[in-house]
């Protein structure tokens, strides 16, 4: 950050009175600028034994198959944020969602809450966002063609708790080293 989004003045990295960690402070009107993780909201919408997977028509991770999710929008809450990325993304409409995961990603500054609902009437088609949707059993699911780690992660525990009988909430850090290898701590 160089410019205050306020005034438009320079801004300095430094740690503010009463704080602990540095941040981003306005030379002129002093405005102190909070740069916080984002929250990113998803689904998995579920069509009697099958998953929605949409296949991703955008960057990062073009082509790739991913389940609906994207960026929370101001005003909206984490469940409505998902709904709407499952309609932006795969004109489905996802209902009965409960929280199903939670997952940190430090690395890139990013919070998953994913959730797992029904797809109404089975029905889905591509939105702008995705080249493709499909409907997946379990054994079809193309793991090594998954966008993001939190997506393998996500369905993997889906299966296995539908494997029990019964769905946990859960609570993971997805972490990236510096060779890039993605490690998965659950809680």
Request: hydrophobic fraction near 45%; charge should be negative; aromatic fraction near 10%.
């Given at each position: 950050m160089k410019y205050c989004s306020h005034c438009g003045a320079g801004v300095e990295l430094c740690i503010p009175e009463g704080d602990t960690l540095p941040r981003f402070v306005c030379k002129q009107c002093h405005t102190i600028h909070y740069l916080n993780p984002k929250v990113v909201t998803g689904c998995i919408p579920v069509w009697e034994d099958k998953v929605l997977l949409c296949r991703r028509a955008i960057e990062p991770r073009y082509g790739l198959w991913t389940l609906?999710?994207?960026?929370?929008?101001n005003?909206?809450?984490?469940?409505?944020g998902?709904?709407?990325?499952?309609?932006?993304?795969a004109h489905a409409v996802v209902d009965d969602m409960v929280l199903y995961g939670l997952f940190n990603l430090p690395h890139i500054d990013q919070i998953y809450m994913m959730f797992?609902?029904?797809?109404?009437?089975g029905h889905a088609a591509p939105g702008m966002e995705s080249l493709e949707v499909n409907l997946f059993y379990e054994?079809?699911?193309?793991?090594?063609e998954l966008a993001?780690?939190?997506?393998?992660e996500s369905l993997r525990l889906f299966f296995s708790d539908r494997r029990k009988g019964s769905y946990a909430v859960?609570?993971?850090?997805?972490m990236r080293g510096a060779d890039n290898e993605v490690t998965i701590t659950r809680y």
């Open positions: 609906p999710a994207g960026f929370m929008e005003g909206e809450t984490s469940m409505a998902a709904a709407r990325e499952a309609l932006e993304e797992r609902g029904n797809l109404r009437h054994q079809e699911i193309p793991w090594q993001f780690p939190v997506v393998a859960h609570y993971a850090d997805v």
